[in-house]
């Protein structure tokens, strides 16, 4: 296989996480598991709805939500694609104004980012 050596920037909060499942997922390396993980969601072409908005974000709050992400990683909290979009479209059907699924998902991640703040 033909690659390119590609630096990426990543949460130091998140990375002991991030090394859980890569052991987890038994990648071979960090690398590697980047990669696939990078691939799969080439492969899934899934809408970004929660995580495609933290580049908009202040470092304050970005910083704040990647702690609410880890709070939700110990806690066992499973926030995978399918499951959370299902989610996010079920509560937007029950409510009465019928948001869209990205102001929705606008409100989950504010309220990740208010779980990161507590006890800052």
């Known amino acids: 296989m033909r690659t390119i050596t590609i630096e990426i920037r990543f949460p130091i909060e998140l990375h002991p996480e991030a090394?859980?499942?890569?052991?987890?997922?038994?990648?071979?390396?960090?690398?590697?598991?980047?990669?696939?993980?990078?691939?799969?969601?080439?492969?899934?072409?899934?809408?970004?709805?929660?995580?495609?908005?933290t580049p908009k974000l202040s470092r304050k709050q970005e910083d704040a939500f990647h702690k609410g992400v880890k709070k939700a990683f110990k806690k066992g909290e499973r926030m995978n694609g399918s499951y959370l979009e299902h989610k996010v479209t079920e509560a937007v059907a029950d409510m009465k104004d019928k948001p869209s699924v990205e102001q929705v998902s606008r409100v989950l991640l504010d309220n990740l980012i208010k779980d990161g703040e507590e006890n800052d």
Do not use: C, K, W
């Open 19 to 53: 090394v859980m499942r890569q052991i987890e997922e038994d990648y071979p390396s960090f690398s590697a598991y980047a990669a696939n993980t990078i691939i799969y969601d080439i492969i899934t072409r899934r809408r970004h709805h929660l995580t495609g908005q």
